[in-house]
């Protein structure tokens, strides 16, 4: 299929399942009968072109679909209760089925978009983030299975009981396909919020496997944050999320070279990055942080992004700038990686035993994190140290597990550890 016609695919399956939950309920019944109506469609648009309505079109088949389904089920339970009770088929008909099923008709019913509700019970606070990562990808995003067990270096198998055990969680927490109530939105959207900011993010760097980045993910991490812009408007932080996700896939195309080694931000060749993102995420960053009445994490990381992305080299950059950011940053969403980002900026403001100072209290919930002994190798290098440089890029490139990532701090360490 077209590469069009697979994106358009893609933006409809959420919307199309959002309109099944609300007829029908029932999340496993309801995404079967849209993957059966993307598969009609992959298989019948290249031969007979686009429908001129091709959200009705799926939104038509794949109530068929679930009609087919509710009956075979409704039969099914006929028959069971027919040998159970000794009483004809006939006259144990499940009237309620047939109702849900007459209601597929509902006039305008099609035109609502559920994509919201959807992300929400996605995101349902039962789940674990992995999970809710995982139904994400699988019910809004329109992954496959396979898709998302590759992005995440597990096997199918895996992946689809992952999946399936976090519909079963949904279904015995006894949730339903609505929008949250005013008390519990904040928190709900900050969930869904958190879950695109980890799709955008396991795209950018792969957390495992042979490739750095993963451009589906981080596609998918834009399409939704800008979809749940649309959505939410006036939401600061989804505004933040956004231009976050803008200012650094900017830089994809310079992170790289074309066989795939990494590129640190310091060495990119700036001529590369895409300058209409940068822009957009910019100006969009920039009408966030004047209007917004109070910062959150997402506004100030996109704040942060746009001083390294608007600097026209690395000498350019306004590291005062982003140490008050990152200031602001530790006090709005204090954490480790936080400090760490932090640490770096101290480094280039006040120099790099400063920053390693900075860094001293990290060991204990980062000592296992290669990019805390990345950084530390850096910041020892900087200060001239290249023995205490050399140790922390080995301990960094043992902990990696993304490849690209390893065979970088391997070259660091050739260069400190051969002779000159």
């Avoid at 992300?119 to 329109?142: D, E, K, N, Y």
């Avoid at 709900?188 to 958190?194: D, E, F, G, K």
């Avoid at 001293?360 to 205490?388: I, N, S, Y």
């Amino acid at each position: 299929m077209a590469t069009s016609n697979e994106d358009l695919l893609r933006e409809l399956a959420p919307q199309v399942l959002g309109v099944l939950m609300r007829r029908y309920g029932g999340l496993d019944t309801c995404e079967d009968a849209v993957q059966e109506a993307l598969l009609d469609a992959a298989t019948q648009w290249p031969a007979s072109g686009t429908p001129d309505n091709p959200r009705g079109w799926l939104l038509t088949v794949a109530t068929r679909r679930l009609t087919d389904m509710l009956r075979g089920e409704s039969a099914r339970r006929r028959r069971e209760d027919a040998v159970y009770l000794a009483t004809p088929p006939a006259a144990l008909a499940d009237a309620g089925a047939d109702a849900r099923i007459a209601d597929a008709d509902e006039p305008g019913a099609s035109d609502h978009d559920d994509t919201l509700t959807l992300l929400f019970l996605c995101c349902h606070p039962s789940l674990s983030p992995s999970s809710q990562v995982a139904l994400t990808l699988r019910a809004v995003g329109g992954l496959t299975t396979a898709e998302i067990a590759r992005a995440f270096g597990v096997p199918e198998a895996t992946m689809a009981q992952r999946i399936s055990r976090a519909k079963q969680q949904i279904r015995a927490a006894g949730a339903r396909f609505t929008p949250p109530d005013a008390a519990d939105l904040g928190q709900r959207i900050r969930a869904v919020q958190q879950v695109l900011y980890l799709v955008f993010n396991e795209g950018y760097t792969a957390s495992a496997g042979q490739q750095l980045q993963r451009t589906d993910l981080t596609a998918e991490g834009v399409r939704l944050a800008r979809m749940l812009r649309g959505l939410l408007p006036g939401d600061a932080e989804t505004a933040g999320l956004l231009a976050l996700m803008l200012l650094t896939d900017a830089r994809r195309a310079a992170r790289a070279t074309l066989d795939g080694a990494l590129v640190p931000l310091t060495e990119q060749d700036r001529r590369r990055w895409d300058r209409r993102l940068i822009a957009e995420g910019a100006t969009l960053a920039e009408q966030t942080l004047a209007t917004s009445r109070a910062l959150g994490p997402y506004q100030l990381q996109a704040a942060i992004a746009a001083v390294h992305d608007e600097a026209a080299s690395v000498a350019d950059t306004d590291w005062a700038e982003i140490l008050a950011l990152y200031d602001l940053l530790a006090k709005v969403s204090p954490g480790p990686m936080v400090a760490l980002g932090r640490a770096v900026a101290v480094a280039m403001v006040h120099g790099p035993e400063a920053g390693l100072a900075a860094t001293d209290e990290l060991d204990g919930p980062l000592g296992k994190h290669h990019r805390f002994h990345a950084v530390r190798g850096h910041l020892h290098e900087m200060a001239g140290d290249r023995a205490a440089a050399a140790a922390d890029y080995r301990t960094a490139a043992r902990l990696a597990t993304n490849i690209p990532e390893r065979r970088y701090l391997e070259r660091k360490l050739a260069t400190l550890t051969s002779p000159a």
